[in-house]
């Protein structure tokens, strides 16, 4: 099974109270555990290539609420909950 890395955003100040939150998915990586995944997000070596991605994404940085690792089955479940403006990956 692969595992993905999910960034949840905090919700921007500006926004209503009733906004969704953006998420982004990393694509690349992904891992066969969720013990590497979890390992990687907390991994001082690999980290700052991550918060990097995003920063090409977004331009600017963005304040995060969490990270998480998810599973290829309850990823394809939050997307089907969420909007197209919500993701990017």
């Known amino acids: 099974m692969k595992w993905f890395i999910v960034v949840l955003f905090l919700l921007d100040p500006n926004a209503d109270i009733t ?8 694509t690349d990586p992904t891992f066969e555990t969720l013990e590497q995944c979890q390992s990687d997000v907390v991994d001082p070596a690999v980290y ?17 609420q969490n ?13 089907g909950a969420l909007t197209a403006k919500q993701v990017k990956y």
């Open 19 to 26: 906004a969704d939150r953006d998420i982004y998915i990393f």
């Open 48 to 64: 700052p290539a991550l918060v990097q991605k995003l920063l090409l994404e977004y331009r600017y940085p963005r304040k995060i």
């Open 67 to 79: 990270v998480f690792c998810v599973s290829e089955k309850e990823l394809k479940q939050i997307l």
